[in-house]
């Protein structure tokens, strides 16, 4: 039989079945100190936890949704630009799958996995794609029906339910699991699992599927064959217990035999050249507690040979009496075979019934034959057996027409209720309602088409993307409307297919790239700011938050903070950054910075052991002004020294904080910008300093503002504020580090066009973004480094932000936090 079809133009013919130790020290110093103990839930107004996407699909029903997605959505996805572009060692022609937060040898990062058609399992960062690790099991000397082609795969991987493992099929016939941050493969207990005995002919098309049932996890491989319909396969699924390495086949020809046939004369099956090829290999259906998947073209006799159907087996792999536990096959069984007219060319997709659908448990089937069908897989072909022919619900055309080898998606829009059939070939792209009609009869409903083919669908944050012919594409899904495109991908396509995750889009293309896709800074709803360590987190924070050309650039130490505690607010008024340097030199990203910046003149922090004279004298080159330094013989005498400097007589406040304590004084800085020559002013626990004291003196401020607590600052020290001052002393404080940051944001209104949040644990990040966000007029919040903390959730509910820039690196600040503050920006 001759084959013919195209899933994507260009492509190959598709067969018919065919410095952070110290930092970390700091944090947790703070932590103890403070006694901080697991926080409650904080009051986001949605879920937003961090999202892995474990398998083709995101998940053993594979309907291709994340609804977990919170940055990427219709008003942002518009924004999207390339992130990386990352080189694999062969073509991917499957799906990527993330692991968020994983150890490495590298530190804790999210990791993308791929396989390539030549047997490579690549991990990658998903911040850089820098790759991790990487092993082949390539084809050796697997040769395809044993001519002179190499054996391929066009397969996927899967991660472990519990995160700890990746499983990725290898051109020995076998699926091979590597523990997820080292890549140490496993060779007890049955690994690697041989899936096929005869690599040659049988080969793995589908994506590797993990469903867990039961308190038990099953891994499925399916095999098929190679384009040109030659050699000996049958079609099968391995089910391997990934608890205890079991494992059980069911041959979709003689499905009597379950093992994996052997090459003849050993023990083998007669029939020949039926296929499980399908993209998702199997699709768990959790209302029926079913396995379901579907066959290439071969012999059919409802007993145990099964060519053109669906098929429903039991999670553990198990049949009933020789054959499945129920089947559709079309009552044109026999026209499909001799036409090559694959029905297994796509997958079973399991779809969410409508309202008031009298039939609750539901499924599309597509196939080589332009048609979708609607079964229900509680009774597939309507006669409560497996083996009968016809039964399908509905059967009406694909609106776009021509023969579907991707798989569909199902999208549930959850301001309606509606659920949504997705689903692209190369003719076109096509969206579809399902509805109850009369009697609660379900019915597929087409709504929207668009004439640009392309991949298997998904559906993110209410955004539908694929890769086409034209490149990738974003739409409503809808109405088919296009939201974003970019020409990246579309050489070469064949079978591979999107994934988003947290704010990203990433994909293999055609020639051997792993692309992805993200929001710029300013385009993001939560917004990372973070280098590879502080110095360059400071330069970060400064380049995305001042224009060059500053009027002045405040340089402290990124080693001792109470220097720049004072100073932020005083750099953040005057229009410039706070940069972070070595005590003895100028690290390379804040050179980097300070010549981007070019600023008007700078002003070194605190005195000699703090920033060095040679550090001074080597700021000269990067400014045509001046270079001063402002310092005192002490933290408190510097403090007074940089209120003298900046801050003005008869000013409205002065903000009082402690000189060793820092949390408190990091908010309380972007309070202090804000007003007109307000000083931020350092004094002990249980005195006011005579340096502070004099300057408070001069100062003669219309009212005090104590930031913190009575064990940060004394109600001793706060009564003798009283003699500086005709005006009102206060305290604004809470009941540990978050409270009082929560308590200082709310002095500034609601809706305010950005929120600072940093990590309270480990302060430098957080000396940087004071100026900034004093330079903007925002609050500074402080989060814990694993949770939004209930306070700092309450203060951003209030809030309404309009956007959250989050200052520092995960090992500061986890994915997850970013993750859980999306939801608060409105």
């Not at 022609?93 to 993308?112: F, K």
């Not at 034959?369 to 609607?374: G, P």
């Not at 600023?599 to 070194?604: A, D, E, F, L, T």
């Not at 900034?772 to 209930?790: D, E, F, I, S």
Request: net charge neutral; hydrophobic share 40%.
């Amino acid at each position: 039989m001759s084959v013919s079809i195209r899933p994507v133009p260009g492509v190959t013919t598709k067969r018919r079945r065919s410095a952070r130790s110290g930092l970390l020290a700091l944090a947790i110093g703070a932590v103890a100190a403070v006694g901080l103990t697991p926080f409650g839930a904080a009051p986001p107004p949605a879920s937003a936890a961090t999202t892995a996407w474990t398998q083709f699909g995101n998940g053993p029903s594979h309907t291709g949704a994340n609804d977990a997605e919170t940055q990427l959505v219709p008003g942002t996805v518009g924004s999207l630009a390339p992130l990386f572009t990352a080189t694999l060692p062969g073509t991917s022609d499957g799906s990527a799958v993330l692991q968020p937060g994983v150890s490495t040898a590298g530190g804790t990062r999210d990791l993308l996995f791929v396989t390539t058609k030549d047997g490579w399992i690549v991990a990658l960062d998903a911040a850089t794609g820098a790759t991790v690790w990487s092993h082949q099991n390539g084809p050796g000397t697997c040769r395809i029906n044993n001519g002179s082609t190499p054996c391929y795969t066009t397969s996927s991987p899967a991660i472990d339910p519990g995160g700890a493992w990746v499983y990725s099929y290898g051109l020995d016939g076998a699926v091979h699991k590597y523990a997820i941050g080292t890549g140490t493969e496993v060779r007890t207990g049955g690994w690697p699992e041989r899936t096929t005995a005869k690599p040659w002919d049988e080969k793995m098309s589908p994506a590797l599927s993990i469903a867990t049932v039961a308190g038990h996890s099953y891994l499925y491989a399916s095999n098929g064959g190679y384009p040109g319909d030659r050699g000996d396969y049958q079609g099968h699924v391995t089910t391997i217990d990934l608890g205890s390495g079991a494992q059980r086949v069911f041959n979709t020809l003689c499905s009597d035999l379950t093992v994996h046939f052997a090459p003849a004369p050993a023990t083998d099956c007669a029939k020949v050249q039926s296929a499980v090829w399908a993209r998702p290999s199997v699709v768990y259906d959790a209302g029926t507690n079913r396995v379901l998947f579907s066959t290439g073209n071969a012999t059919f006799d409802g007993a145990h040979n099964w060519g053109d159907s669906v098929l429903a087996i039991n999670p553990d792999g198990s049949g009933a009496g020789g054959g499945p536990v129920d089947s559709y096959t079309p009552s044109n069984e026999r026209d499909l075979d001799t036409q090559d007219l694959d029905l297994g060319s796509t997958a079973p997709q399991v779809v969410t019934a409508p309202s008031g659908s009298s039939v609750p448990h539901l499924a599309v089937q597509s196939g080589k034959d332009a048609k979708i069908r609607l079964l229900n897989t509680a009774n597939l072909s309507g006669t409560g057996h497996a083996g009968a022919l016809g039964g399908e619900l509905q059967s009406i055309a694909v609106p776009q027409g021509g023969q579907v080898l991707t798989q569909p998606a199902n999208w549930v829009d959850t301001a309606t209720g509606t659920s949504w059939v997705l689903i692209a070939n190369n003719n076109g792209i096509a969206g579809l309602r399902l509805q109850a009609g009369a009697g609660g009869k379900p019915a597929l409903v087409p709504v929207w088409t668009s004439a640009t083919g392309g991949t298997t669908p998904i559906v993110a944050g209410g955004v539908l993307y694929y890769l086409s012919k034209a490149g990738v594409r974003a739409l409503d899904p809808t109405t088919g409307k296009q939201l974003w495109t970019d020409a990246a991908g579309a050489s070469g396509l064949h079978w591979q297919s999107p994934i988003v995750a947290n704010g990203r889009l990433y994909f293999p293309d055609g020639g051997g790239k792993l692309r992805a896709f993200a929001l710029p800074a300013g385009a993001q709803k939560v917004a990372r700011v973070s280098g590879t360590d502080r110095y360059a987190t400071s330069a970060a924070v400064s380049a995305s938050s001042f224009a060059a050309g500053v009027p002045v650039a405040y340089v402290a130490s990124g080693l001792q903070f109470a220097d720049a505690v004072s100073g932020a607010p005083a750099a953040g008024r005057g229009g410039g950054p706070v940069l972070q340097v070595a005590t003895g030199s100028i690290p390379g990203s804040i050179q980097t910075e300070l010549r981007r910046l070019h600023p008007g003149r700078i002003v070194v922090l605190g005195g000699t052991g703090a920033v060095s004279d040679g550090v001074l004298a080597a700021l000269r080159g990067y400014t045509s002004g001046t270079v001063t330094r402002l310092s005192g013989a002490d933290r408190y005498a510097t403090s007074a020294a940089i209120s003298r400097a900046t801050a003005t007589s008869g000013t409205a406040a002065a903000y009082i904080v402690s000189g060793t304590e820092f949390p408190d004084a990091l908010s309380a800085g972007a309070l202090a910008a804000r007003s007109a020559g307000a000083p931020v002013l350092l004094v002990r626990a249980t005195a006011v300093p005579a340096a502070v004291g004099t300057e408070l003196a001069r100062l003669k401020p219309a009212s005090i503002v104590v930031v913190g607590g009575t064990g940060a600052v004394s109600d001793g020290v706060l009564a003798t504020l009283r003699g500086y001052t005709s005006g009102s002393v206060s305290r604004l404080s809470g009941a540990d580090r978050y409270a009082t940051s929560a308590a200082v944001a709310a002095r500034f209104g609601t809706a305010p066009a950005n929120t600072f949040v940093a990590s309270g644990a480990g302060f430098t990040d957080a000396l940087s973004a004071t100026a900034a966000a004093g330079a903007q007029g925002v609050p500074l919040l402080l989060t814990a480094p694993t949770a939004v903390p209930p306070a700092i959730g309450s203060a951003l509910q209030r809030l309404a932000p309009h956007h959250i820039t989050l200052v520092g690196g995960t090992a500061s600040v986890s994915t997850a936090v970013q993750s859980a503050l999306a939801p608060y920006v409105h």
